[in-house]
């Protein structure tokens, strides 16, 4: 069974540009949850989906930051325009089950510099 | 709010030596507990999760943790370390809310020398 896969895995895009991340879950998660770490800190939640509709979305740093998750299948996140402080590696994971209690698998992250 | 914390920024020990990672936790109910490491270049990797029941609890390459509620601590244990073990460790919670986001420590680098 395929696990988490994220795209691209590395991104280097100037200040001001606009970039759009991609993640797959695993086939049957209704779950999926975004996640960054910038900086060496720890991992911060940014926003979780059940299926296409937005469960939680108190981590969104800002309103330059647009997810999406069309048909409850895979999900974007949209940076636009990016920011100097918005690099960092960018972890999606997802989870299967409504009771929340399963444990989150991540993909491998997409690695974003902003210059 | 929830937070986690984990004291140590790396953990040095000899092979074959047991090894400890340490956890603190603050939530406002009872907890849900997960470890996860990092191997290099590579996403986060599930070791185990504390739900409820046994306070031991053990999960995947030999590792172990404690749940001990009166010292909100969730440390990882193994009793002998490889080489190979050698990564990042994250400690994460959830509470008992409507919400399943978790919240993690900053990491803990574990370094096992030959």
């Known amino acids: 069974e395929a696990g988490v896969t994220q795209f691209p895995s590395h991104s280097v895009i100037e200040k001001g540009q606009t970039v759009t991340l991609r993640c797959d879950p695993i086939?049957?998660?209704?779950?999926l949850y975004w996640y960054r770490r910038v900086m060496g800190k720890e991992i911060k939640f940014l926003l979780h989906?059940?299926?296409?509709?937005?469960?939680?979305e108190s981590g969104m740093p800002n309103n330059r930051f647009l997810a999406e998750r069309t048909g409850g299948t895979y999900s974007t996140l949209k940076v636009q325009p990016a920011e100097l402080e918005d690099s960092g590696v960018y972890f999606c994971?997802?989870?299967?089950?409504?009771?929340?209690?399963?444990?989150?698998?991540f993909g491998p992250g997409t690695r974003l510099t902003v210059l | 709010a929830q937070s986690v914390a984990q004291p140590e920024d790396q953990v040095n020990v000899a092979e074959g030596n047991p090894l400890t990672v340490k956890c603190t936790y603050s939530?406002?109910?009872?907890?849900?507990l997960f470890w996860y490491v990092q191997y290099p270049n590579r996403g986060l990797q599930f070791l185990l999760k504390?739900?409820?029941?046994?306070?031991l609890v053990k999960g995947s390459y030999g590792f172990e943790a404690e749940f001990n509620k009166s010292q909100t601590s969730f440390h990882l244990k193994k009793p002998s370390a490889l080489v190979s073990d050698s990564a990042l460790y994250f400690c994460?919670?959830?509470?008992?809310?409507?919400?399943?986001?978790?919240?993690f420590g900053t990491g803990t680098r574990l370094l096992v020398s030959p």
């Open positions: 086939s049957g998660h209704d779950n």
């Open positions: 989906f059940v299926k296409e509709s937005k469960q939680d």
């Open positions: 994971a997802s989870s299967y089950g409504l009771a929340g209690v399963g444990e989150q698998f």
């Open positions: 994460a919670v959830r509470d008992f809310s409507g919400f399943q986001k978790l919240v």
């Open positions: 504390y739900i409820t029941g046994d306070n």
């Open positions: 939530v406002s109910g009872n907890p849900y």
